[in-house]
């Protein structure tokens, strides 16, 4: 049976997942079922390594030509506030789905931390993200990478929605509280944020937030679109004093591991009537999952071949790279990427 893999931080109740923050679990969703439930979670610590080896493996078994992972890649993709199971799992497999019809190979998971549905829950929803940040790193991050095989570490990537930016960041200044997680020489690949709900100023040269994340990563792709209206919301609920890095961009003096990809003079030619997005969704925030062009973009910087500036389906307009509805390089599957250096073959 096909399935997809969930990490949840939900609480059970009866038999339910609830809003509340408990235990991690590792789940296989029957790609049948419309949301995960605690049935689907894994027994044991046989099933958990079982879990585990199942998603490298799928990761290693379908090795990208056009990245440049000596082995698979695994994209954890990090809801935000506001969403209900079974639109977080749309979501998971409709991402998978993009990215494989854009030419990407690689294994998509969830990382399931609880949110209401409901904005009157918004700053809850963000001390309830606090609250499960270290398990992103404790419970994911670190199991996969180390659980590789063969000597090569698995590349591990990150994409986060909306407050799952939050999470990914307040992650990586958590793991670097913890004595273990600090000492350890775990890294992660590409980060992406996607609607990121996390001031603008986070993502400058210096902060003090984001600096454990900027040690762990190989680079941050921001794409931002003044035309967010959720995080316009967002932003009031903060008096407008913290303009939001998913509607304003990065900011003037930008960590160096930082590409900001304004993606508003794409999306405002898009029709809503026309868009794939999760029903119910804000579109303005939540049109990226579900877009061609976005799922190429994002397809191209987890595979890293291509420089962040040379990436097709940017433009540079007044000195900002620009999304842009570009197909990748006619003849890219005869680069021959994976041979190393010298003319030998990626291990």
């Given amino acids: 049976m096909v399935h997809d893999y969930v990490i949840s931080a939900r609480r059970i109740a009866q038999t339910d997942f609830t809003a509340e923050p408990g235990p991690v679990r590792y789940l296989r969703v ?17 099933d958990l390594a079982g879990w585990i080896d199942e998603v490298i493996g799928l990761a290693d078994g379908d090795e990208n030509p056009h990245s440049i992972s ?10 935000g506030y506001n969403n209900d199971p079974r639109t977080i799992l749309w979501r998971q497999r409709r991402l998978r789905a993009d990215l494989a019809a854009e030419g990407w190979r690689g294994t998509v998971i969830g990382f399931d931390w609880p949110c209401a549905v409901s904005t009157l829950n918004y700053l809850e929803d963000r001390w309830d993200a606090a609250a499960v940040a270290l398990e992103l790193v404790r419970g994911c991050v670190t199991r996969l990478a180390k659980a590789q095989r063969r000597g090569c570490v698995t590349n591990v990537h990150l994409l986060g929605h909306s407050t799952g930016a939050y999470v990914i960041m307040e992650a990586f200044a958590q793991a670097e509280k913890d ?25 400058a040269g210096g902060d003090a937030w984001s600096a454990p994340m900027f040690r762990r990563i190989m680079r941050l792709t921001n794409y931002s679109s003044p035309y967010d209206a959720a995080l316009a919301v967002s932003n009031a609920k903060r008096l407008g004093t913290a303009p939001r890095v998913g509607r304003v961009g990065a900011p003037a003096d930008p960590e160096a591991k930082v590409v900001d990809v304004d993606c ?31 799922a190429r973009d994002l397809a191209m910087t987890l595979e890293g071949a291509i420089d962040r500036r040379a990436i097709p389906t940017r433009r540079l307009a007044q000195g900002r790279l620009v999304l842009c509805d570009q197909p990748r390089p006619a003849f890219m599957d005869a680069w021959n990427i994976r041979a190393m250096p010298g003319g030998g073959a990626a291990p």
């Avoid at 000596?70 to 809801?79: E, K, M, P, Q």
């Fill in 264 to 294: 508003g003079p794409y999306f405002v030619a898009l029709d809503p009537a026309q868009a794939v997005f999760a029903e119910g969704a804000n579109f303005t925030h939540s049109w990226h999952v579900g877009d061609r062009v976005f």
């Fill in 30 to 46: 029957p790609s049948d079922a419309p949301a995960a439930r605690p049935s689907h979670a894994t027994t044991g610590a046989g």
């Fill in 70 to 79: 000596l082995r698979g890649d695994v994209l954890v993709f990090v809801h």
């Fill in 179 to 203: 004595g273990a997680l600090f000492k350890s020489p775990w890294r992660v690949g590409q980060v992406a944020f996607i609607g990121g709900d996390v001031a603008a100023s986070s993502l």
